[in-house]
C-alpha cells in the first residue's frame, strides 16, 4: 500500500519569493510520482511528473521537483511565486507494478501574497 | 491530453432525493474514476469504471449508494442515492490515457444537500 503525506495544510508567501512544498510518500514498491494544480473552482491538472530516468522534473510555468529516492521525497519548488501561482497543490503516487491506483496526499494550499 | 466535461456543474438538492452526474470525454478511455472531494480535502477514490464491466467500488462506498454507469468508452454517470447532508462535497470525474499514467480530470460537480 503507499501513502503521501504533504507536510504543510497552508503555505503563505509573498510574490517573487521562493517557496517549497514538500512531500513525503511510502511504498513497498515502486511508484510514479506527480504534482496537480487545482486553481479556485476548477478541477484538478497535472503540473508535473516522475517515471524515471532524471531525478529534477520540470513544468512548463517554473515549478520543479525532485525524486529523492533515499528520503521517499518528492518535494515541489519555484525560485520566484506569481500571484497567479495561488492555488491548491496535490502531490500523489502510483505504483508502477500495474493495478493502477493513484493516491492523493491531503494538499497544501500556496497563498501568494503582493 | 483529453477534455473531459461534467453536468450539471453544480446542483443543490433536497435530502432523500437522487443525482445523476454525467462525465463526458473527447476521446475513447478506458478507465475513468469518480472521486470525491470535501470541502478543504483531498481527493477520495469512490470507485473505478471500466467500459463492459462492473464498477470497482472504494472502501466505504457500495453500489446501492452511487450506482455507475458506463454505456461506452466516451460517458459514464455517477448517480448519488437518498442524499443526506454529508454527501455534499465536489464530485470529479477523471480519466487515464493508455500508457500515460497520468491522469486527467473533469471541472467537477459541486454538491449541496439541505
Known amino acids: 500500500a503507499q501513502s503521501v503525506t504533504q507536510l504543510d495544510s497552508q503555505v503563505p508567501v509573498f510574490e517573487e519569493a521562493p517557496v517549497e512544498l514538500r512531500c513525503n510518500y511510502s511504498?513497498?514498491?515502486?511508484?510514479?510520482l506527480f504534482w496537480y494544480v487545482q486553481y479556485p473552482n476548477q478541477g484538478l491538472q497535472l503540473l508535473l511528473k516522475?517515471?524515471?530516468?532524471?531525478?529534477l522534473v520540470k513544468s512548463i510555468n517554473g515549478f520543479e521537483a525532485e525524486f529523492n529516492k533515499s528520503q521517499t521525497s518528492f518535494h515541489l519548488r519555484k525560485p520566484s511565486v506569481h500571484i497567479s501561482d495561488t492555488a491548491e497543490y496535490f502531490c500523489a503516487v502510483s505504483p508502477n507494478t500495474g493495478g493502477f491506483k493513484t493516491i492523493f496526499g491531503a494538499g497544501t494550499r500556496l497563498f501568494v501574497k503582493a | 491530453s483529453a477534455v473531459i466535461s461534467q453536468k450539471p456543474s453544480r446542483d443543490i438538492c433536497q435530502r432523500g432525493t437522487s443525482l445523476t452526474i454525467q462525465c463526458q470525454v473527447d476521446?475513447?478511455?478506458?478507465?475513468m474514476f469518480w472521486y470525491r472531494q470535501q470541502p478543504g480535502q483531498s481527493l477520495t477514490l469512490i470507485a473505478t469504471a471500466n467500459q463492459g464491466s462492473e464498477a470497482t467500488y472504494e472502501s466505504g462506498f457500495v453500489i446501492d449508494k452511487f450506482p455507475i454507469s458506463r454505456p461506452n468508452l466516451t460517458f459514464s454517470t455517477l448517480t448519488v442515492s437518498n442524499m443526506s447532508p454529508e454527501d455534499s462535497s465536489i464530485y470529479l470525474c477523471s480519466v487515464e490515457l493508455a500508457a500515460s499514467y497520468e491522469q486527467y480530470f473533469g471541472p467537477g460537480t459541486r454538491l449541496t444537500v439541505t
Open positions: 511504498s513497498s514498491v515502486s511508484v510514479y
Open positions: 476521446s475513447q478511455v478506458t478507465m
Open positions: 516522475y517515471l524515471s530516468g532524471s531525478t
